[in-house]
């Protein structure tokens, strides 16, 4: 072989070698939820943040009309704006919501039987079709037909959906998963009174909180070494791609079986729940002035959606 031949060889498998790269770290999962930061959002007392999400969701199933659903929009990019967080990064990663919003928009704007939908369809709900509201169907093939209505309502449900998800997205980017476990402590604590395990429950959870992203990462880890190996994931029929995916699950299980059975080991070493003493924590949280006028605010703005609008 001529050197030219050769050097053309190397440089063909440098350029395999780059676009397999690039292709193993697209495949990677991002389950990255808390972003560091110092803004009041992210110092703000977690219990605040998991009653105030608690009433935005149900703000959003009381709000019946297009005003109030672009008044709770924008408590919401307030609230993201002052977090210091890229509105673009919680509308990044939504896909699977996005497809159930569609759904939504499309199995209400559109009837098996436009005739049995008379005036403005109020058969669909309670809130709002804006100015869709006094359109009637139009027929597009035989009985089936386009409903304006159903249409404007669809499209309310879906900014619902992605509101109330973005909106829990608010609290998991600027809370972490210790301070989430030590609010649900908090909760419930008052069950303590009648013997309930709540620091067990909690620590339950924290485990539950930490071993999301190491699974992604094992899954991850895992699913590349597959592929390396030439398991066909998107080729063939789908009984050839189970069995492709049969070679990750099984690792992945054996992996994650592995790492609980070591965990079980070291709590066990460092005597877990040989002792009934309370348990008590390295950095105790107050409850701060800043954060009661936050949750009042809160929870004031979110009964005044519910009520007017």
């Known amino acids: 072989m001529s050197e030219q031949g050769t050097v053309t060889l190397l440089d063909k498998v440098r350029h395999r070698a780059a676009g397999l790269s690039a ?22 007392d977690a219990r605040v943040k998991i009653v105030l999400l608690a009433a935005f969701s149900a703000t959003l199933f009381f709000v019946d009309t297009w005003v109030g659903l672009g008044l709770c929009a924008a408590v919401f990019a307030a609230v993201a704006v002052a977090s210091g967080i890229r509105i673009s990064r919680f509308f990044g990663m939504l896909v699977p919501v996005y497809v159930i919003a569609a759904f939504a928009v499309l199995f209400n704007g559109f009837s098996l039987d436009v005739s049995q939908v008379s005036g403005p369809a109020s058969s669909l709900g309670d809130v709002s079709a804006g100015v869709f509201a006094a359109w009637v169907p139009v027929p597009l093939v035989g009985s089936f037909g386009f409903v304006p209505a159903g249409f404007a309502r669809g499209c309310f449900f879906a900014v619902r959906i992605v509101l109330l998800v973005v909106g829990s997205l608010v609290v998991t980017y600027t809370t972490t998963s210790t301070q989430l476990t030590d609010a649900l402590a908090s909760f419930l604590r008052p069950l303590r009174r009648l013997r309930v395990p709540v620091d067990d429950i909690a620590m339950v959870f924290s485990l539950a909180l930490r071993f999301i992203p190491v699974t ?90 519910s009520v007017a609008f």
């Open 23 to 44: 292709i193993l770290a697209c495949m990677r999962i991002d389950v990255s939820s808390y972003i560091p930061g110092s803004s009041f959002v992210h110092t703000c």
């Open 216 to 305: 992604a990462e094992e899954f991850g880890r895992v699913h590349d070494a597959q592929w390396a190996r030439g398991a066909a994931f998107s080729e063939g029929g789908l009984w050839r791609r189970l069995r492709a995916w049969q070679t990750v699950l099984i690792p992945l299980f054996v992996g994650l079986f592995r790492r609980a059975d070591v965990l079980a080991i070291a709590m066990d070493a460092r005597c877990y729940g040989m002792s009934d003493d309370k348990r008590t924590s390295l950095a105790r949280t107050r409850f701060s002035a800043k954060s009661a006028v936050a949750m009042v605010v809160g929870l004031v703005i979110c009964i005044v959606l």
